[in-house]
């Protein structure tokens, strides 16, 4: 698709009903090149136009994406199976999902390829790839787990040249959703406690700015006895199961430092919103220990909000489609 069709799609899936001259003016196009775009649009049947009102005696057509109109593909790589299902413009799973088993961990890219090309139409607008954790838990003495983020995006590119693949890990497809869900322009910091460690993305208003451990964004701390870095705090908290239903005290001090850390990330940044999700292997408690506590101990800071994702809420093949999405419309 043209760069500005993609832009006038992405402005009407975060402002639905604008009509064109408000669409015109959002993006500071001329009028000409706006109505060029949208009966480019409206003739693929991407766009639909609404009911007319009228406004100040003019007539206003509101304009809006049909969701349905084009997809993107969600895939999901486990060392057993590929899993892949089309989604909707909105994010929403358009029919049945597909699965191709995996012979051999060598083969992962062929067997991908071999189940993209038979979901794929040219409807497609894109697609999103997650690497399931497990694999990276098979594979993590071996060069494969480094390796399959190129060769996967390798074997799709090869198979639709024209079609935009974005690998990631599950954590940075949750992130996705996270973005997509809450729009364009969202000041927002985004965590997800993994069984090792804390990720992070930063986004605001000019994209995400930051994406990575969340022990690389904040400074060590010496609150937690050690020197430690709150991930490495996080990662003992973690791999000693007994110590996290009986050693409070650790559990405070993480959060302690999580809170007070974060607050100043806010401030950096001028954050708005914190989203909070967790892998399987965290407990559901942490999450809510952590929201509570943040809301509890930054009152300081207006218009903070918290939201939690767990992990009966998650479903990577999904995720994977918004990667796909975010990378369409953001």
């Known amino acids: 698709m043209k760069r500005r069709e993609l832009k006038a799609m992405a402005k009407l899936w975060s402002s639905p009903g604008l009509c064109r001259w408000e669409l015109s003016q959002e993006l500071k196009w001329r009028p000409n090149t706006l109505g060029d775009v949208v009966r480019s649009l409206l003739q693929q049947e991407i766009l639909r136009e609404g009911k007319p009102t009228l406004t100040n005696g003019r007539p206003k057509t509101p304009l809006f994406l049909n969701s349905d109109s084009r997809y993107v593909l969600g895939l999901t790589v486990t060392p057993s199976r590929v899993e892949c299902a089309r989604i909707n413009l909105l994010g929403e799973l358009a029919g049945e999902k597909f699965y191709k088993s995996v012979e051999s961990p060598k083969r992962i890219d062929v067997t991908t390829r071999t189940l993209f090309e038979r979901t794929l139409t040219p409807d497609c607008l894109g697609a999103g790839v997650v690497i399931a954790s497990e694999l990276h838990d098979a594979t993590s003495v071996g060069p494969l787990v480094t390796e399959l983020p190129t060769r996967l995006e390798h074997a799709l590119k090869q198979a639709a040249p024209s079609c935009a693949v974005t690998v990631a890990p599950p954590w940075r497809a949750l992130a996705a959703r996270a973005l997509v869900s809450n729009g364009p322009n969202e000041r927002l910091l985004f965590l997800y406690l993994g069984k090792q460690s804390i990720d992070s993305l930063i986004s605001n208003e000019k994209g995400v700015l930051k994406s990575r451990p969340l022990g690389e964004l904040l400074a060590h701390s010496q609150e937690l006895g050690k020197a430690q870095t709150v991930n490495d705090a996080w990662s003992d908290f973690q791999t000693h199961p007994k110590s996290r239903s009986t050693d409070t005290k650790l559990l405070t001090?993480?959060?302690?430092?999580?809170?007070?850390?974060?607050?100043?990330?806010?401030?950096?940044?001028?954050?708005?919103?914190?989203?909070?999700?967790a892998s399987p292997d965290v407990s559901a408690d942490f999450s809510r220990a952590l929201i509570e506590s943040w809301t509890r101990?930054?009152?300081?800071?207006?218009k903070i909000e918290a939201a939690e994702f767990t992990p009966s809420t998650i479903d990577s093949t999904?995720?994977?489609?918004f990667l796909a999405l975010e990378d369409l419309l953001l």
Request: net charge negative.
């Open 318 to 321: 999904n995720d994977a489609g």
């Open 253 to 277: 001090d993480i959060l302690d430092v999580l809170c007070f850390s974060l607050a100043n990330v806010f401030v950096l940044f001028d954050l708005r919103r914190l989203v909070v999700g």
């Open 297 to 302: 101990r930054s009152p300081r800071l207006e």
